[in-house]
Each structure stands twice: as C-alpha cells, then as structure tokens.
C-alpha cells in the first residue's frame, strides 16, 4: 500500500512545486510596486457597495447576455465547422468582430471575483465556458470565431484571409489581447493553466504570423490592447518572444499601410506628442508603451507618453475625468474641444484612462497621475455603471435633455464587460510600494496587507471617505521597521483642481489639510517626520508600532471650478467639487416630479448660478445608496404675462455626477450657468 502511494504523493509534491514555480511572475519592471487587490478586503459602504453590485448583477448579468446574444453560440458553431469543415455558418448581423471578447473580459472580471470571494460554482460556470472556447481554436492556435465559423465568408470585417484588415475592423489582436488578460486573471486565480494554455497557444500562433520578417504579416492592431497583454504574458511565462511582438506591435505603428489618427498610427509612436484618434484605442497603446517601457527601460516610449499626458490634461481632459470628446470616430477632440451634451467619455476610454495614469504613477511616482486616477474613477468611470450594477452608459455626457439612459447590454458590449473586469480590481489601486515607503493612494475603509523589503506590514483605514474627509490609517503590525507612508494629499485639497491650467476653482477659498500621527494610547508620535514633498505625497517617516496611526483631514468644503476661458463651451459657467467628486442638476422628467425630494421642480438649463454661491449639506438617498446633497440659491429666468425677463429665486439641489439618471430619463448639468452673455 506504502510502496504504491509513494510515488503518487512524490508526484503530487512535485507537481504541486512545479506549479508555485510556474505561478511565480517576473518583475513588471515598473520601480514601483502596486499591492495586489488580493490583499486588500474592502470593508467601506462606498466601494464595498459596488464591489456588491459587481458580484452579485453586474457579473451574472454579463455572462447571461453572453449566453443570450449568442456570444458562446459563435464558439459552438466554430469548433462544429472545425470538427465537419462542411458545416458553416451566418455570421448574423449586426454583430460585431470582436464578440468573442465579451466572454473573455467577463471570466476576466470573475477570475477576480474568485480570488476574493471563492465560489465553486462560479468557478465550474467558468470552467464550462472555457471549454466552449477552446473547442473553436483552430489547430495551429488562431482563435476567432468571426471567420472559423464560416470561412468563406467570415465576417464582413475580417477579410477574407488573417490578418488581412486587421489594421482596419478585424480586431484579431484585439481579441488576442482580450483572451490573454482574461487567461492570466483565470490562472492567478485558479492555478489552473486550462485558457492560459489557450491563450498562448493563440499568442504562439501571432508571434509566428505576425512580424517583420519575410512570410509575416507585417502588421499592427487595428484596435490597441494586445500590447498591454502581450506583457503581461511575457511577465508570467518569462517567454521573451511574447516582450519582442509587443514591442514590434508598437514600433511599426506608423510604418505600415493604414497611416491615420484614428488608431494612432499617424506617426511612429515615440513621436506622438497629442492625444489624436479613437480614445480607447490612444489610452490602450499609451498603458502598453508604459509596460513595455518599464520592461525594456526604452526611454523613448516614455518620452512620448509624458508629453501626451500632459496634452491631455491641460486641454482634453473633462472635469469628470472623461476623455474622448467627439463620437466621430469616438475619438479625443481638438485641443479645448470639450462639449458637454455631446461628449462621448466613453466608459471603456475612462478605464484606459485609469489605466494609463496608473502607469505613470508606477513608472514616475507622483501623485498627481492619482489625482487624475482619482477624479476619474469618482466621476467618469462610476457614472458608466447603474449603483444596481444592472444598467451602463457607453457615453458618459455632462449635459442631457433627457436622451440618454442606461442600458442593461448593447449590442457593441465593450463597456459593460470592460465594468466587469475594472470594478473587481479596484482593491488594487489603493496602495503600492517602493523600497522603504508605502504609497497610500485611494482612501476607502480597508484591511490591507503589504510587503516592505520582503517583510510584513498590515494596515487598515477607517474612513466615510468620499463623503467626509477625516481618515484614519493605522498600522496594525509591522515586521519592516522604520518606513515612510507616502500619503497621498489630493490636488483639490491643496487647491489644483488638475495638475495644469484646465480647470481653476474659482471661489476664494483656501482648502487646507491637517495631519497628526499618535500612538496607541492617542498621543503624538514625536519621532515621527513629516513632509510634503515634492511628489505630492505627505511622506511620513517613522518606526511604526502597532496600533500606530496617522489621522489626516481633508477640508471637504464644495468648490466651484472655472474651466480654462479656451473651452468655449464653458464659458460663463462654473460647476461644483466637493472632495473627488462632482456634482450635477437634475431634473427627471417621468417619474419623480414634485414628489422626489432630490428633483429641481424647475427648468435647469434657465438655471442662474449665484455670483457667490454657498451650498449646503444634505442627505438623501438614489437607488437605495446613500449620497451627500448639495443644495444652493439659484435664480431660474423665465418671461411674465407682458413678455419681461424674470428671475426668480430657487433652491438648486446637486447630486453626485455619477448618480444622475437614476430615475428614469431626465435633464441635467454639470457646467451651470453663472455669467450673463458676454
Ligand atoms: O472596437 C472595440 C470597441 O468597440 C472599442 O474599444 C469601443 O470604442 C467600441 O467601438
Ligand atoms: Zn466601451
């Protein structure tokens, strides 16, 4: 009995160890280290609500809508032609090249979810879909179900051989970049190697067929994304082919055929100086220069990116955080072009925005890319998810006359599965390390574990934050000695409402901060320095002791913002912060009128801000969440019996931005009016 179990358990160990070897991931290069979401429980009434809806409807919702629409019929029907080559398929209108993503972004979003919340049944849900999915691999590892299914006639956007248009529509990178996140996510959080071995096999197949040299297709994403992916699996295989085709991906664009700013491929990208073209597409490349650069140290890419980041925020970024100004070509506008109603903010180009200022960070360690992280994640990005987690925006306007409203899918699904797989990673954004400091980035109630110089640190903040300023971080344990918290003191609070001339607050008020550090027993830790240094961060220096803790507050009086005089569809106008996030007017127009009490019952587009407005507090509640109101003196001008000019005076109610619209279709605005006509 000995003698047979033996070698069955040595195998085991051994494979056992062979795994924790295979899991173990190369450095990402970048000089700064985020704390894996992994390692940081939520505990917080904002986020830890969305982290909720995420699990419990957004999830589901997206894997049912994949199943619904057909996404993983597009799967059975290619794996059926390759097994009897004489069935084909209609591909079915109106759908689009890139469906197979849907899946792929959604078991990305619930390999996250796993890890945080272990679920047998989802992970065999999981389970049943991957083999869907590679059932319809082609033998030498292409992956796409938009030609296998049928091809002869593949779908419209494919061309009729690979790679053919993918710098056009095909979006065969795109999928590949979407199916290698996903089977990296699934196999951090499963050890199981089953769609990562999909994936590479896919990769395996573009690294073959995708290149420079003679017999390649010398092309480069139509649609940007496979970059980030490609090394990411460079990270986790050590595989170097994987680092040299995202390098290459990045440095032909701009030198093959399809020459134009719609993919970013007007020029080679180190030298791209503005932010042009497709907004997700621009935000996707420029995290995948970030990546390969902290890879490859090439200076260059990060050259490029700095000067396009800058161009962004000083004179493309919206006051929520959006980018993305136009819906032709869903595409970042003209310097200053920034209009309101028809803004486009597109809730996957605020992902790629969070995505890229992320980077930054990690490559620069400057807190003003959190400040841009910040103001997007409370603003632009939220605003793209219903608080339920059933409904989303594609769009994410500032100004509506009622025309938009949240949808449970569409049929171009890239924002709601893109919701999937951000919201659950959010734990990850909120700290980071770098030798002997940590970063502390985000302010939310959390338990938080981190390593600093291989050495255990636990700590934990207690905190209402966004709606109150006071936070408490305290360090719960440390194994590492004396280390700095760098705490992140945010622009507004320091009175930059973004890190250029864009937006200005316009009031006279001095928003200010205070800081103490105290010990257990509540006194003040007198060995302890503190700073604010120049990377933005309090930078806080002590031999921590259990039970140690900084208490920091941040002045949460509401702001009104100016936005610089060159966007000319602001001009006159003024809107409102208080903390990270902005406030809107909204009127419903169904339901709610004269009965909901955070309904305006007026028309707010006639709406006169006060010269110097003062706002008062409020509580209410939208979709059952708690929110802080804002409410402040208004006049609102309209004409009387005899055809005169009147104004009269109203109490105007704002709401968070990224609450608006949830009680049915309604008229709303960020930018308010405050002058007269010039
Ligand atoms: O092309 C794939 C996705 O569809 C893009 O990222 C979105 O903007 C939408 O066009
Ligand atoms: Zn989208």
Request: with cysteine; net charge neutral; glycine share 8%.
């Amino acid at each position: 009995m000995k003698q047979r179990l033996l070698p069955t358990l040595i195998l085991t160990l051994l494979s056992l160890h062979v795994n924790a070897q295979q899991r173990q991931t190369l450095s990402t290069g970048y000089p700064i280290t985020p704390v894996p979401f992994t390692s940081v429980k939520v505990t917080d009434g904002f986020w830890g609500q969305r982290l909720q809806a995420s699990r419990e409807v957004t999830v589901p919702l997206a894997f049912s809508k994949c199943e619904e629409t057909g996404r993983y019929k597009n799967f059975e029907n290619a794996a059926a032609h390759l097994k009897d080559p004489s069935k084909v398929f209609d591909i079915k209108e109106g759908t689009f090249s890139f469906d197979d993503t849907d899946p792929y972004k959604t078991i990305e979003g619930a390999s996250y979810l796993l890890q945080t919340y272990p679920d047998k049944r989802l992970r065999h849900y999981i389970d049943s879909v991957i083999d869907i999915i590679g059932a319809a691999q082609e033998p030498d590892g292409y992956l796409y179900t938009a030609r296998t299914q049928n091809p002869q006639h593949p779908h419209p956007w494919s061309g009729d051989r690979r790679w053919e248009k993918e710098e056009d529509l095909s979006h065969e990178l795109y999928n590949l970049g979407h199916m290698v996140e996903s089977a990296i996510a699934h196999y951090q959080a499963t050890g199981s190697r089953k769609f990562l071995d999909i994936a590479i096999r896919y990769a395996d197949c573009v690294c073959r067929e995708v290149g420079p040299n003679a017999g390649q297709a010398c092309v480069v994403p139509g649609h940007q994304i496979a970059e980030m992916a490609l090394a990411k699996l460079y990270i986790v295989t050590g595989d170097k082919r994987y680092l040299d085709e995202a390098k290459f991906l990045l440095d032909y664009r701009g030198k093959t055929t399809i020459v134009h700013e719609y993919s970013q491929a007007h020029r080679p990208v180190i030298e791209q100086d503005e932010a042009v073209g497709h907004a997700v597409r621009a935000a996707y490349m420029y995290a995948g220069m970030a990546d390969v650069a902290a890879l490859t140290g090439d200076s260059a890419y990060i050259r490029a990116i700095d000067r396009i980041w800058n161009n962004i925020v000083s004179k493309k970024l919206y006051i929520t955080g959006g980018i993305g100004a136009t819906n032709q070509g869903e595409a970042f506008g003209r310097n200053y072009q920034l209009p309101n109603m028809t803004s486009y903010c597109e809730t996957c180009a605020a992902i790629g925005n969070v995505y890229v200022n992320h980077r930054l960070f990690l490559l620069h360690g400057e807190a003003k890319y959190y400040d841009v992280l910040e103001r997007t994640l409370y603003n632009g990005l939220i605003s793209g998810v219903s608080l339920d987690g059933g409904n989303f925006f594609y769009p994410n306007p500032l100004a509506s006359k009622g025309q938009h409203l949240r949808q449970p899918w569409f049929g171009c699904a890239c924002c709601p599965s893109n919701i999937c797989r951000f919201i659950p990673s959010l734990p990850g954004y909120v700290y980071a390390v770098r030798d002997a400091n940590v970063y502390v980035n985000l302010f939310l109630a959390n338990q938080g574990e981190v390593q600093v110089g291989g050495r255990r640190v636990r700590l934990s903040q207690q905190t209402a934050y966004p709606w109150q300023g006071d936070i408490t971080i305290t360090i719960d344990e440390n194994r590492a000695g004396a280390f700095a918290l760098k705490v992140r003191i945010p622009g507004w609070a320091r009175n930059q409402v973004v890190p250029s001339d864009l937006y200005r607050f316009s009031d006279d008020h001095q928003q200010d901060y205070q800081v103490a550090v105290r010990a257990k027993d509540g006194s003040i830790c007198q060995q302890a320095t503190t700073q604010l240094t120049d990377d933005g961060y309090l930078t806080i220096t002590h031999r921590w002791k259990r039970g140690d803790r900084v208490e920091l507050h941040l002045d949460m009086q509401p702001r009104t913002v100016r936005a610089n005089d060159r966007v000319r569809d602001d001009e006159g106008r003024i809107c409102v912060q208080r903390g990270p996030l902005i406030y809107c007017a909204e009127q419903p127009i169904q339901q709610g009128e004269g009965d909901d009490p955070l309904a305006n019952d007026f028309n707010i587009t006639r709406v006169l801000i006060n010269q110097h407005p003062t706002f008062a507090l409020g509580q209410g509640t939208i979709a059952d969440t708690p929110i802080t109101t804002l409410t402040t003196d208004a006049q609102v001008l309209g004409f009387d019996a005899q055809g005169r000019l009147t104004a009269t005076d109203v109490r105007l109610l704002l709401i968070p931005y990224y609450a608006w619209c949830h009680r049915g279709r309604s008229t709303m605005q960020v930018w308010l009016r405050q002058d007269l006509p010039n």
